[in-house]
């Protein structure tokens, strides 16, 4: 193995997967640390890990065990893959995890890149934007669980770590691979060693992979693995998919603009759960006995605005609301495959990590790609596709199911 990868939730990681294949690399998703090792003819391994909303500490505890076991496996490089919005608290888990890391391998410099142009993701003089917008005015400043009011990571950041945080400017990136390497050095020398990287561009992504040949560790979104296998020499050939039919349901826990707007553009039939109903103790498998019972493609789905979601959470309590939430989507999931289905889309990141723990594949292998950043995966004879919750066109649930029976 190559590149060693470990991915903060389940989405995210086969997002990068889905990066690194169309690059050219043999790759595979593991679900949770592995207990053997890796096949011989892999070249970058995800370790997928549900550790984004988890106490700081326990998410440091799950990166280390990924991080010695990638080692093991003989890779050259690490990346650890977070959300292309930085989801995070001022606890972290971002700044612990790659704190944790860095004093693992032993290094200094470490960039921080979330950028991810194909999906609106981008980073210009330290700030996070979201399309056209600021990552605090996007809609991620209202998400459920890691509000993301501001949008200069260098504050984000240096409210998580105790290294001194650094910046590259995209007129650094602009004039090349050695202009990067030496602004690097300089931060690192200053003591900013942690550095928010600017990308604007699929090929500043590129830039930043040749500048990073023969780094220990890197950390962003999956972007920033645009650039990375040019630097292996790779075996050319990154695996043959082969479609699933037969019923396919979709499950959509995510409160996203993008989900919301999916949802509502969504033409087959649709239940949706409240989060009164899953506190409740609504039964899973008369969930999916309604989704055997329509024709199409039936969503369930807890998709609510923002106000709603906020009343909710005031109600009840934050943590409590998402693990009922996230429980019914993980049980219900697990009777949909005990009845036979084959196909299952889940929308969002906290939703999809408890749909994959129920369903609890050992790893998953990289299919074609949906939407930017979305590819579909399998694990024998079930087929999923997880999509994070700011991903996606608004056809993105007919267009899934389409893709997971003949592929691209």
């Known amino acids: 193995m190559l590149l060693g990868c470990i991915g903060d939730d389940f989405t995210g990681s086969s997002d990068l997967g889905n990066t690194l294949v169309k690059q050219g690399m043999r790759t595979v998703q593991y679900v949770g640390v592995p207990k053997g090792d890796a096949a011989p003819e892999v070249e970058a391994g995800v370790v997928a890990l549900k550790s984004r909303s988890i106490p700081a500490a326990e998410a440091v505890k799950l990166s280390l065990e990924a991080l010695e076991w990638l080692k093991a496996q003989g890779c050259q490089q690490f990346l650890f893959k977070y959300c292309s919005t930085f ?19 032993g290094t200094e410099s470490v960039i921080f890149c979330p950028a991810f142009p194909a999906t609106g993701r981008t980073i210009y003089q330290g700030h996070l934007f979201v399309q056209d917008h600021l990552l605090s005015e996007s809609g991620m400043e209202n998400h459920p669980l890691t509000p993301m009011k501001d949008p200069d990571l260098r504050r984000v950041l240096a409210a998580q770590v105790s290294r001194g945080v650094g910046h590259v400017p995209a007129s650094t990136v602009w004039q090349g691979p050695d202009a990067i390497r030496a602004r690097l050095a300089s931060e690192a020398e200053e003591g900013r060693g942690f550095v ?99 024709d199409g493609l039936p969503l369930i789905y807890s998709s609510a605005e923002p106000a709603t979601v906020a009343a909710t959470q005031k109600k009840h309590g934050r943590e409590k609301v ?3 939430l996230e429980g019914l989507f993980a049980r219900t999931a697990a009777a949909l495959a005990s009845k036979g289905v084959k196909r299952i889309i889940s929308a969002g990141g906290e939703t999809s990590g408890a749909v994959v723990e129920a369903l609890a594949p ?18 024998g004879d079930m087929v999923l596709a997880l999509k994070s919750g700011n991903f996606g066109a608004a056809d993105f649930f007919a267009k899934a199911a389409r893709v997971m029976e003949q592929g691209a």
């Open 322 to 324: 998402a693990a009922a």
């Open 196 to 294: 928010i990287a600017d990308a604007i561009r699929d090929e500043d992504l590129l830039t930043w992979g040749a500048a990073l040949k023969g780094a220990k560790l890197l950390t962003g979104g999956s972007g920033i693995a645009l650039g990375l296998p040019g630097n292996f020499a790779l075996s050319g050939k990154a695996g043959a998919w082969t479609g699933q039919g037969g019923q396919v349901v979709a499950l959509s826990g995510s409160c996203s603009n993008a989900t919301r707007a999916q949802v509502a553009a969504h033409g087959g039939p649709k239940r949706e759960v409240t989060a009164e109903e899953a506190l409740g103790g609504l039964d899973a498998d008369s969930l999916a006995d309604w989704a055997l019972a329509q």
């Open 362 to 379: 050992e790893a998953l292998e990289i299919g074609p790609e949906i939407d930017p950043g979305v590819p579909v995966m399998r694990a």
């Open 87 to 105: 989801d995070s608290t001022a606890e972290g888990n971002i700044g612990p995890v790659a704190e944790a890391l860095a004093d693992a391998l």
